[in-house]
């Protein structure tokens, strides 16, 4: 019998995502993470993942998780909730040999007091997670979100991620499994003014963050603008450069609720990805690696007099 997916929201932004996802399709199972009572559907439900060692995550991930072949984990990075707690999460479900996907969010270019953060955060899932989608919030200020409050920038951005995950699920409800290894961008763009000027976006920043050959390039089509012949062209002409002769080319159309009409692109590479966050201290380190956890590692009291 085939497993279940489980997708689990961490923080206020993976938070959001999974419960749209989840009006999108009701049959997804979620399940939520974060430090903040306040982003859950039910606050029955709240735990306090700041208290929790890593024993005890695992416990709790390994009574959830019976039956389930594949978690899919959402949140942003650079923040509080999400850059502590995602790290966590994957290498919990990684420790019950189950796949993990994570789907994180890059914060502004302007938000550089969250560079090194995301950046700590994001070294730590790479180690960990079976395969990893980075989305760049930058991409969307190119849009019209300059004059908007930044709650209502937020909630667009998650809106839109929504819309195309539920698209992808709609789908293959295992398609993640297909971006396995190496890393994968996911670049969204507002297609309600014509394919060709969304997709020349897009592949511009996919072009300046994918190294190596693309090895999988899904487009995903979510409104009432499918793919066509002429449109598949234009994109395959675009990604010439980066596509290799063996890649597999996928396209998905889907028509969601809110009728949004969204071109997304999801580019993978083994060879990696040029991001503009980065973890400093994993540059120097080069192939050593530091203990995140070495308190939770040894367990033996050094019984050094606590400073505070």
Known sequence: MEGKTLLVGVGRSGCKIVQEIKQYNTEVDTYYVTTEQKYLPSKNDFLDWRRLDEDSIRGIFANILDGTNQVVVFGGLGGRSGSLLIPRVVSAVRGLEINCCAIV?????????MEYTAGASLARIRKKASSLIIIDRQQFVEESFDELPLEKVYEGINSKIANIVASLLKEDSRIFESLMGGETILEIKDAGEGFSKAVSSITRRVVEQIKDDTDNLL?????????????????????RSLVSQNAKVRYINAAQQNHESLIAVLAHSQGGIKLRVYDPVDEILGDKSIDDDPESGFHIPLMIERID
Request: glycine residues 14%; without cysteine.
């Open 105 to 113: 969010l890059l914060p502004f270019e302007h938000q550089s007091d």
């Open 219 to 239: 487009v995903v089509s979510s409104g009432n603008r499918p793919t066509t012949l002429g449109g598949s062209k234009y994109l395959l002409n675009g990604f």
